[in-house]
């Protein structure tokens, strides 16, 4: 992924939009309608033809709104493509801000037997779908759609939301033809944008716009003018094992960075993490909510003591405490919703009310806890460039102890006191309110580890086992998430993967007990694998990887698998009375940077210990590591099914 | 639950129907019976919401405050939008147990029943005790529909007259294979005046007479242009068979016109006209059905709107009380002594009968004249599906498998979804995942449906796999590749009837090249069950230079009972045990 550094908007060639976009509505070429196919990607379902974008200001009774115009022309090819001719066009609505969709319009062209056929979109037939108190999207279909047609819509969203200038995203899931975005500048306004997952434009220009002078109290001005253009943008295709497709589309990030009024002072909005961090440390919702929270350390702690422990023991303690009160609603948010004293009343509220307040807890206690702000896995990476903070979607808190920083999250209760839930592993988090912002990495690098015990007797066609399973961190989380106590839907999964086989004392301890690794075990008899007169054992049953999950043949981006695993099965297998060992597997020992395995097995008498670890040592594979990560799935999936062969030395 | 209860009040004019829940949440994993969600709409009016925490003992913890109640809109996620809104609020405490107590009130003056009351709030948690109120003016005939609750007791006075049901549920299990629907496991009341309003007025007398609502309901809608008149004539104008005709037009049909669910206000039940689906190309299960229906009386064919509950899993229409029970309209088609459905959303073969749609009685809107037909069932020939997979061992260990699967029914349903509407790459990843047997890497598929009269899908995948063929000492050893059986609880886990709805029919040709330098080691035993609930068989050979192994499942449709259960296990039981474990030794020479 390339990023260009921050461009902040302003420069020097007359322009205009109208001219340069040498587009109309329904201006369009026969050989569009004969297209059958696009040639650089003929399973392409349609194609983008043209994608303008132009963000202006327009003058409204002394103050400024933001205007946004699109204008889309797209071919369809295939019935999968006729999705495109559902649109949603997102409006947020909020305090001062009221966002509104007008001058909507909309054709299909369908061209057969030589004869032209417009279709024209009734606004009346657009919709409102109120998402939230704060997003609603505008939703329409185009009329009269088909494979072949050509349709084109265009709209204008007209808005008091100076901050967020529209993002432009060049890329989609089908290809690109011409994609463009205009910005018209005041002087007022300045914003710095970013480029993500590309190094350059095909078209960019920026000049003074070549129209009439404006005014705006006593300044006069023209605006400034900048074009970015794309041409020929590859659909983007999805892929397993990624975080979000936000990380990795062709598209430009806007952000306020400065406001000019119009006696010449000028106002940073954010142009660095250093005011950005002042700044939600002097929020309502933010910094002074963590000290209002505070002042609820007594409300909340109540009898609780913490003397002789450890800053990290208290810590723990005191998230267990938080959690324990509070709840977490779903949703996310950078900033709480309320006032903390409605927080403790309501007992539910979003991720930074119940994180921010329970850095005011931590704080109420004499700890050094901080705010910290970061985006979560399926709201892509944060640039640490650039001092965005719509980067950001979560908060969690930061302890300094003498153990070193201690990340927490009161959201979830079957996550550890002292670690934060797999969405947040996510790259980097910033920390808030230290003198300086403080970048944390949100990797997690100690493996989560799975390990299995199988104690294995076999006698007259029959195999009895007893297995124990143990499993930490966020392995750990991921079985407590799916089973927690549930003994009854740990069997009934236990009983679907054994089909042949009994489970029996089916039993979990520690399903709640975070700071304890989530076990379980349960005692398994069946019929053995027996061919003519030879046992086959399968010494880890079913508990293996059993395939491979990389199954594409190339991949285009890293393999993303959140953290790193460690795995280890031990087995003891009790040779039956008149067999001997036919054939074990032979062993196997590698190591490097990304991946280990060992395997062995061991004879002491009539007792054969077959034992294999293995472990991922990353979270994240780059794109060129794919063929090895999958070659080494392979091997493991061989290795650890392959079977131990007895062979009856006598009539058993 | 520990209270719920509904008061409904029909003054002749509206209902207002005054609802009250109380739920006790005993530990963190019921917190989410504390997410309340209210729907309403502009015809279902809602207000008075309040909503109370208390403690284990009743007293009042805190009020939810208006402030706390969030509306949004409820689009179901079938349709593009719909005008349904949802106020959705939570109530929570930390110390458990805990109670919350809710209520609001809603008004409507458009109704066909009066209400349908469900004494639950999910399938496995109990309601200790549920009371229906139901009161009409004296005067007012209504009827009821009663499963698992006793007949009301009645006051009247004179002006009113109110019945009372109660009620209460012990909580069935959660989710099970092949068990009945869930709604059909509840209580349940409905209650509907014989008279009533929606969009026109009505009555459920009689099944003749809510027909003839519906065709009061779609009067007039039936309307096209003397240009798309024009266009429908041309499109039959090469032929005058009348099967061939219906042929074409549904055809232009599936080309031209597309699924999109867009109801507002009275939408539910009344369709778009069909001069707005001839000029959009797009509408619901109602308007697509209301336009093909006027397309074809253009073409002077004969056919009516029908009404179906939709769905795999079959919940049977209760032909004895009128009351709508439908969630889904086609088209009957009468044509020479045959009687054709015609699924006008679908983009399958004419006359095409999937597992949704099979099995069920239909109800055929005709003025004066409304019916129930039946829709026949699946036959085995309909939904069997046939893999044929060749095997051999490649130099490098590994094993290529050369797989050509017939599917029909569901699973052709599906595949032919994804073909039409998924791009390549989007198929390709569900082959992958969901189409290509365990332990096999495909390297390359081929789909297609070699005929477009014909409810079947070929798909050809072309796979590897590191681990199917393991080497033990002299021995070769290929594992039977396994079917995809169905895999049911246990007998003791048990708790709802099995309903098999349609036919399950499975048939496998599975061939195993010998490998170079190898004889032939042992093949597996033969096997074959029969039973009153299926057949299951496998048998294995020899053939010139491969082992052949073909393998046959079958379940009947039908009902089974707890009672039955036991037997029925152990049958499905003796299958999956035949299908795993079995090997063909090939032996090093």
Redesign the interface.
Known sequence: MILTPVFVLFCCISLTFAQDSNWRFGMIGKEWYDMEAYEKDSEAEALVIHDLGQSSFQQNAGEFFVIFKRKTRIKIFTEAGLDYAEVEIPIYREGGIYEKVIELEGYTYNYSNGQLDRTVLDPSDSYIEKINDYWAVKKFVLPNVQPGSIIEYGYTVRTQNKYNLHDWEFQHRIPTLYSEYTVKMTPFYTYAYILQGANDFDVFESGEDNGLKQNFGAVEYKEIVHKFGMKDIPAFRGEEFITSINDYLIKLDFQLSKINNTTGQTFEIMSTWEDMTKEFMKHADFGKYIKKSEKSYKEVIGENRFDGLSDSAKVCKIVGIVKSNVDWNGNYGRVATGKPKDFIERKTGNVADVNLFLTGILRGAGLNAYPVMLSTRGHGRVWRDYPFSHFFNYVIAAVETNDGLIMVDATSTLCADNRIPPRCLNDWGLILGQDEPVWVSLNFDIPSEVSYDFNIQLAKGNMQAEVKALSTEYEGYRLRSAYGDETTELAEVLEKKYVDAVIDNVTISHPFETEHPYQFEYALSGPVEQINNKIYISPFLQETVKENPLKQQSRNHPVDMTYPTKRTYHAEIALPAGYNVDYVPDPIKFSNNDFSMDYAVIREGDLLSVDLTYAFHRAIYPKKSYHSLKFYFNELVKKANEKIVLVATSEP | MLRYEKKVVFNGREVVTYNFCEIQIND??G?CYGEIQIPYSSIYRLSDVVAVITDFAGREV?K?KKK?M????A?SSIS??E?D?IREF?L???TYPYRIRYSYTITSKQFITLVRWIPAIDIDIPTRSATLDVTVPANTNIRCQLRGVSRPDTLTDGTDCTYTWTSSYEGKAGEELSAPPALALLPEVTVMPEHFYFDKPGSLSSWKSFGNWVCELNAGLDQLSPGEEARIERCISNTTDKREQLQLLYRRLQ??T?Y?N?SIETGGFKPYPASYVA????GDCKALTNYFQSVLKVAGLESYYTLVYLGENINPVDTNFVVPQFNHAILMVPLDGDTLWVDCTS?APLNYVGPSLQNRKAFVVDRDNSRFLDIPPLRYQDVVQTRKVHFSRMMNGKVRGEFTTVYRGGEYQELHYYQ??????DNE?II?KYF?A??F???GHEMSFPCDDSAYVVLNVEAVS??FC?E??S?L?FNVLPMNLP?F??PG?RVNDVQLNCPVVLKDTLEYRLPPGCAFG?LPEQVSYDSDFGSYSLTSRVVGDHVEVIKEFTLFPGHVSLEEYDTFYDFV?AC??A???K?I?FTKT
């Open positions: 963190p994993s917190d805190r939810v706390e969030t509306d949004r809109s689009i593009f939008y005008d809104f939570k929570k405490h930390n080309e031209e597309r999109v867009i000029e959009k190309k797009y983009k039409r509407n998924y791009h390549r790459a990843y992958r290509t365990r332990g890497e495909p390297m590191p681990s393991k033990y000492g021995d050893i895999r609880e246990k886990r042992s039981f999956l045990s299908e795993i474990n090997y030794v």
